[in-house]
């Protein structure tokens, strides 16, 4: 596996080089008047349509690295990892009327981040600072994440050179591309390039999900032979132990709680035209669950496959799980469609990866720049600080795969799902009610954090050989209860921050501490496109 | 709290009983008892997986529903 696959390289390069084309003309695209206002750059003018908005939030949140991990992780333990699927079917109904209040009140005061409404709804920029930062902090690893799946890719072609420049020089020219459209055309260029890299994704699963069963003997076949796979190991298996399946759920929707608090989910909802396209995309967007689950599927796949040489691939001597789909589809595939499926995962990095600076950027020109260092910052002022941030957060992002551990950046992400629940109360709940005391809702994110934390540090993965944050799985039994049961770290954790969020409120109230001045009034969270905007 | 002369009409609201109808699509996936089971298989598939997948279309299904009948057009009054 050292020669390089030249059809697939070549195809996977044309597909590359016409998308990154595609991302700079898409400045122009829906040209505005300026484009040197935040809300040009960073939302794509708040203007997006139906179908526009579909594909920019599908790209945004099934990832490269969902492509290549799941099946990675079902192919790996079986059962557990399908998680994926009840997280991503439960999510849009949780959210539907969630996040049309947030886009109203977005509308109605031209908040641009999470943290922003927070910030105008407690009236305290402390708290606002603290979700930003929870932000940004759980998104940088997930950026770094994507570069994880075009790696994948890259290995899959062939492209492992032995020296630290050659092995890494393919990652850095896409990523640099990657970051001068970002800079240049703004939320337009992922919102454009979504569509060839959705329609991409779309042809290859279906293409595989037809095809490799056939090679493979049938579904009945693929499923048995992963069976026997797992009661061979005595590790995993097609159905979920019984004690697993608590961890199962409280995952399922820990994480569906979790999905529309990342900003980069927020970015892709406020950038829609009106409310009546996220409703409209709730129901629609479950297309791509469907998918992701066929793609989950394609872990058993590549076990059935094991004797047509499908394996994961070994770089500096330990086998790399993320390769598992792009080998099967290097081994299952003539050329020239392994070259297409592989851009349609390398494309589809560079989708969530541009979403995802983007959002991160805003959240510090947002709430830390204009907050804290230039109290009046022009809407130009602002667009400017936001493009060079998008440009130091990739950097970031590409130095933590290039120097670290890529096992580092899984461990990040995951700590990344925990922390960024616990701005749920402040965020999600701060929507609907007013009853939390800002003190109370800070108590809480202090608590939930440090909670999370102690948690994950005692989770060991003897796969790794880590002693700590080694997987999201907390056993019930550490906190002395009689039942030897995993549960989702996040979810136990979020309990603890409501539960003190509470209790400091009423603390708060009962002492006469004084509260933030909310700037919203309850119309503003029904406001629809053609409601006037406030001017301040 | 301050009033502004654009606020919008204070009557709007996004409550419906339709909205209840978003429970099923949370609730019934996070009941692994319905499909931690490998029988009846379809189409070669455990029911554990063509069960989650067949979620999605309940989670459409629902949606959609409370889409369609929660429209404002539909909602507003003449």
């Known amino acids: ?536 | 709290m301050t009033h502004d002369p654009t606020d919008p009409p204070a009557e709007r609201t996004d409550r419906s009983p339709w909205n209840w109808l978003l429970l099923v699509p949370i609730v019934i996936p996070l009941l692994p008892f319905l499909y931690n089971a490998s029988e009846p298989r379809l189409f070669g598939f455990p029911r554990f997986y063509w069960m989650q997948l067949a979620f999605v279309g309940l989670g459409v299904a629902c949606t959609a529903v409370v889409y369609r009948m929660t429209r404002r057009t539909t909602g507003r009054k003449p």
């Open chain 1, 1 to 536: 596996m050292t020669s390089i696959n030249w059809t697939e390289l070549i195809v996977f390069a044309v597909l590359f080089v016409i998308v990154a084309g595609l991302g700079f003309v898409a400045s122009s695209w829906r040209r505005p008047k300026s484009m040197h206002h935040l809300d040009e750059w960073g939302l794509g003018g708040r203007s997006f349509g139906g179908w526009v908005t579909w594909f920019l939030i599908g790209g945004d949140l099934y990832t490269a690295y969902t492509f290549v991990a799941v099946p990675a992780l079902l192919y790996a333990v079986g059962a557990g990892g399908f998680f994926a699927l009840p997280y991503t079917v439960t999510t849009y109904p949780i959210v539907f009327l969630v996040l049309i209040r947030l886009w109203s009140v977005s509308h109605r005061h031209g908040f641009v981040t999470p943290a922003d409404f927070v910030r105008a709804r407690f009236g305290s920029p402390t708290l606002a600072l603290l979700v930003a930062i929870t932000g940004i902090a759980a998104t940088m690893p997930y950026i770094a994440l994507q570069l994880i799946g075009i790696e994948a890719v890259l290995k899959a072609i062939g492209l492992t050179g032995d020296s630290f420049v050659a092995r890494h020089l393919p990652l850095i020219i896409a990523f640099a591309i990657l970051a001068a459209y970002t800079y240049q055309s703004g939320l337009r260029a992922p919102a454009l390039i979504a569509f060839v890299k959705d329609t991409l994704i779309y042809v290859v699963i279906i293409a595989a999900v037809l095809y490799i069963p056939h090679q493979l003997g049938g579904w009945g076949a693929i499923f048995d032979a992963a069976d026997h796979k797992f009661t061979a190991a005595k590790k995993g298996g097609l159905l979920l132990a019984g004690p697993s399946q608590l961890q199962y759920i409280t995952l399922a929707f820990g994480s569906a709680l979790a999905l529309f608090l990342y900003p980069h989910s927020v970015t892709g909802v406020l950038a829609s035209k009106n409310r009546d396209i996220i409703k409209r995309n709730m129901a629609a967007l479950p297309a791509y669950s469907l998918l992701l689950g066929l793609i989950a599927l394609l872990g058993f796949m590549a076990i059935a496959a094991g004797s047509h040489g499908v394996a994961p691939l070994a770089v500096d001597g330990k086998p790399d799980p993320n390769t598992i789909v792009p080998v099967l589809f290097d081994r299952m595939f003539p050329s020239w469609f392994a070259g297409i499926a592989f851009a349609a995962i390398g494309i589809g990095a560079l989708v969530p990866a541009a979403i995802m600076s983007i959002a991160a950027a805003n959240l510090f020109t947002r709430n830390i720049y204009v907050e804290y260092l230039a109290r009046d910052a022009t809407p130009g002022e602002q667009a400017r600080v936001s493009k060079l941030a998008s440009l130091v957060v990739k950097l970031g992002a590409l130095l933590v795969i290039l120097l670290l551990d890529p096992q580092f950046s899984i461990d990040l992400q995951l700590i990344g799902g925990v922390i960024i629940l616990q701005t749920l109360p402040s965020v999600a709940l701060g929507l609907f009610t007013r009853w939390f005391h800002r003190a109370g809702l800070v108590a809480g994110w202090i608590a939930g954090m440090g909670s999370g934390m102690a948690m994950l540090y005692t989770i060991p993965n003897p796969a790794t050989h880590h002693d700590h944050f080694g997987g999201s799985a907390f056993a019930l039994s550490k906190l002395g209860l009689p039942w030897d049961v995993p549960i989702f770290a996040g979810f136990l954790a979020v309990a603890v921050n409501l539960v003190v969020v509470v209790v400091a409120t009423l603390i708060a109230r009962a002492i006469k501490a004084p509260d933030g001045v909310d700037q919203t009034v309850a119309s503003d969270y029904f406001a629809d496109e053609g409601d006037p905007k406030l001017v301040r």
